[in-house]
């Protein structure tokens, strides 16, 4: 049993890329749920978007990067909310629910599709699109920073995310308190109410998913980005609950709350997974119990349980308040 | 918007019992899915051997299964066979020397031919202790010249699609209508049907294989249970503390991720098929094809829809469905044991939907994303008809059906679910509320 590298690893999740990747979406997902009452389950989406836009016009359409960053951050994501908005915030909420998801599987298929492989890449995706990113990169690529966690490139990764993570947090601590951010909460809390009081509901839960999907847009990008591929399998469905349980479990509708999840959940996920696979190397998990297959299974099964013991037991996560719960009491 | 608290139940002796006999059966069936295939080993001079795969609707590989291989020498006399398995696996072991491998076309599944007829017998030449591949790529059947045949075909399979669809969502519809819950773990129930099948009629039970028409009404029976114990010890006690639909929603979502990933981790993920009926011509009726199995198919989800029709029309406790998800409260006043009522949709919804993974297992495969992918289309269908009506889930499968297999006209095969999602979006921009559904502000 390899313990520094377990200890390394968790540390990597607490810090590391996927919690900037996760912890980006989730913020996102606060926007749209905890401050909004959206259900977006299609937050993958929104991430892919960020991903293929980039990646589709430097390496299909061969744009620069800067039309890159303005396609994946600004194009992609609005028209993605458009598509999913207009139908379906006028409705009750379940019915955003089940278009995202719709709209997810339609990413996967459509991004996986050999008819589209000219645009897409299908399967296999995008690649090589990144490197006026990393022509930026003031860290050696041979050495190793921060503890020696990072080689060269992925700390140039992580720094630029470590700043965007900051600005958006800083952000939504600005939006929310401004009036803008009080007729988001009053729209979660009573849409009915917002909308007698003269606040056009259907236009300002527009503006928060669009917005919430940008920053998952960020996230999708900057994965892209440190993993220098888009591909469909990286945004499938499931990769949206990832986001969720990070937002629950750090508390919906905190401003830290969506951060604090992400690191807690990446920690915990990095530090099974990697003790898992010593194990399973080691010869300590009996075969017919676990195979080095099933090992990357377990973590989604864990964000399905952990899913539905906070929904369950406890909303609020562990820094959020009950008063301002859209899971509790509707 | 939240459901009040439910008044405690009595505790009803027959329960305890079905509890039991459940929780031994849940036993048996795991102790069968742990048990280790047994895998022989054979040894021979030499073999050849080959994986036949083509695509599937998806356009994911998978294995043709059932497919006959005949190895004979240069003069034409016939040495060994071979039949790919499931996986499209074979191999043929021979003493060395030069044969001609032949495909035998006749056995190819419907719908799959070779890319290259005329490389068909190849011809191997095999020395001592070798292990040769043969390669046999399939590529989809040609289309059928005329198009208005094509139509008639694709409408046939579209219906069949749509009555396992139907088949699948009355219970998510009436879920919904009863207790106001959007059941995203719905699809796994048709899953579970699935994979269920796949254990009684492929892995045995203690090495006793059920053959599949008995093995079908014990898996509805299972799901039944399964749809009765999900209701018991997880939705019951959420409504009876009175929690929210949007945490039961999301709580939803989390069994269907975890169900999801619980299968694909037992059942792994390679798309399996069942036994029986897995051999089949099909009738060439003139306008369309047909298989045996896929009428069968169609005419059971006929009855069986029907059979669910009358019974909501005519049975007390189908009229209390219709009564609870028209309206709860004044259902509740009326003296309708409301608690009763969502058991029964529970267990008959989730046996409805195990029933419709046994026919998707017989016409198609197996695989541990099926009922998330049909899920959608239920959604879809569900939508289209109108959410919470059981006639409305009826006509909207069916018209989802329809329209999934008739929109491969336009877009490519592998992109033909796209169309029924875009659907979705289309009907909730233009009438909300369903075709058949109620006018009434739904925001």
């Known amino acids: 049993m390899d313990w520094g590298g377990i200890i390394e690893n968790t540390f990597r999740g607490l810090i590391g890329e996927q919690f900037i990747y996760f912890g980006l979406a989730a913020i996102g997902l606060n926007m749209h749920f905890g401050y909004t009452g959206l259900l977006n389950f299609g937050q993958a989406v929104f991430m892919a978007a960020g991903a293929y836009g980039l990646s589709m016009a430097v390496a299909t359409l061969g744009l620069n990067f800067w039309w890159g960053l303005v396609l994946g951050i600004v194009v992609f994501p609005l028209i993605l909310a458009a598509i999913m908005g207009v139908p379906t915030l006028r409705l009750r909420a379940d019915y955003l629910a089940i278009v995202t998801i719709a709209a997810s599987e339609m990413f996967r298929i459509i991004a996986r599709s050999p008819s589209l492989d000219r645009w897409t890449g299908s399967s296999d995706g995008l690649t090589a699109f990144a490197n006026t990113f990393y022509d930026f990169s003031p860290f050696d690529t041979q050495k190793r920073y921060f503890f020696g966690l990072f080689i060269g490139n992925q700390m140039w990764v992580v720094l630029v995310g470590w700043i965007v993570l900051s600005l958006v947090v800083l952000a939504v601590f600005l939006m929310m308190r401004s009036p803008w951010g009080r007729v988001l909460k009053a729209i979660r809390e009573d849409e009915d109410a917002a909308r007698s009081l003269g606040k056009n509901a259907y236009w300002f839960k527009m503006q928060a998913l669009a917005i919430g999907g940008v920053f998952g847009a960020l996230g999708g990008m900057l994965r892209a980005i440190g993993t220098q591929s888009a591909q469909p399998q990286s945004f499938i469905t499931d990769i949206t609950f990832f986001a969720w349980v990070a937002l629950i479990l750090g508390g919906a509708a905190k401003v830290g709350g969506p951060v604090a999840g992400a690191a807690i959940l990446y920690g915990i996920l990095n530090f099974t997974d990697v003790f898992l696979r010593n194990s399973v190397a080691d010869g300590w998990m009996p075969e017919w119990l676990m195979t080095g297959t099933q090992v990357g299974q377990v973590r989604f099964m864990m964000i399905g349980l952990a899913l539905i013991l906070l929904a369950a037991f406890r909303p609020q996560g562990l820094f959020g308040s009950k008063e301002e719960m859209a899971l509790d009491d509707r | 918007m939240s459901h009040r608290p439910v008044s405690k139940q009595r505790v009803n002796p027959v329960t305890s019992v079905l509890r039991t006999v459940v929780a031994a059966v849940v036993a048996v069936l795991a102790i069968a899915a742990l048990a280790p295939s047994v895998a022989s080993a054979q040894s021979d001079d030499a073999e050849v051997k080959g994986r036949l795969q083509a695509r599937d609707a998806e356009g994911e590989r998978v294995g043709v299964g059932g497919v006959e291989f005949i190895a004979s020498d240069l003069s034409g006399n016939e040495i060994a066979r071979g039949v790919s398995d499931e996986e499209g696996n074979w191999s043929i072991q021979l003493p060395p020397g030069t044969y001609d491998v032949l495909l035998n076309v006749d056995t190819l599944p419907d719908g799959r031919e070779l890319r290259n007829p005329d490389k068909n017998p190849a011809q191997v030449r095999l020395i001592e202790g070798d292990s ?266 069916i018209s989802v059906g329809l329209f999934v297999q008739l929109s491969t006209l336009v877009i490519p095969t592998d992109m033909k679910n796209v169309g029924a999602l875009l659907m979705l979006v289309v009907i909730l921009l233009v009438r909300p509320q369903g075709l058949l559904g109620r006018k009434e502000r739904v925001g």
């Open chain 2, 132 to 397: 040769k591949s043969a390669l046999f790529p399939l590529g989809e059947a040609q289309a059928s010249t005329s198009s208005e045949i094509e139509i008639v075909q694709l409408t046939v399979d579209g219906l069949k699609l749509g009555l396992i669809i139907a088949m699948c969502a009355i219970g998510l519809s009436l879920i919904y209508g009863t207790t106001g819950l959007t059941n995203f773990a719905h699809g796994e129930a048709v899953t579970f049907g699935a994979v269920m099948a796949y254990l009684l009629n492929v892995t045995g039970i203690f090495g006793l294989r059920i053959h599949l028409l008995i093995a079908a009404p014990l898996v509805i029976v299972i799901s039944g249970c399964a749809g009765w114990l999900f209701n018991r010890f997880v939705w019951f006690p959420m409504r009876r503390r009175g929690a929210s639909l949007i945490s039961a929603l999301v709580m939803s979502i989390g069994f269907s991720i975890f169900f999801r990933y619980v299968i694909l981790y037992q059942f792994g993920g390679r798309a399996k098929r069942l036994t029986d009926y897995q051999l089949q011509t099909a009738w060439d009726l003139g306008w369309f094809r047909l298989l045996p199995k896929d009428l069968v198919i169609m005419v059971l989800s006929i009855v069986v829809l029907l059979g669910v029709g009358i019974a909501l029309q005519t049975t007390r406790v189908g009229k209390a469905m219709r009564a609870v998800a028209d309206n709860r409260d004044l259902a509740e006043s009326s003296g309708i044991d409301v608690e009763r009522v969502i058991r029964w949709v529970w267990v008959t919804g989730t046996a409805l939907a195990g029933f419709g993974g046994v026919l998707f297992a017989t016409t198609e495969s197996i695989n541990w994303e099926m009922g998330f992918r049909i899920l959608l289309l239920m959604f879809a269908g569900v939508t289209l008809g109108g959410l919470g009506t059981a006639y409305g889930a009826l006509f909207g499968s």
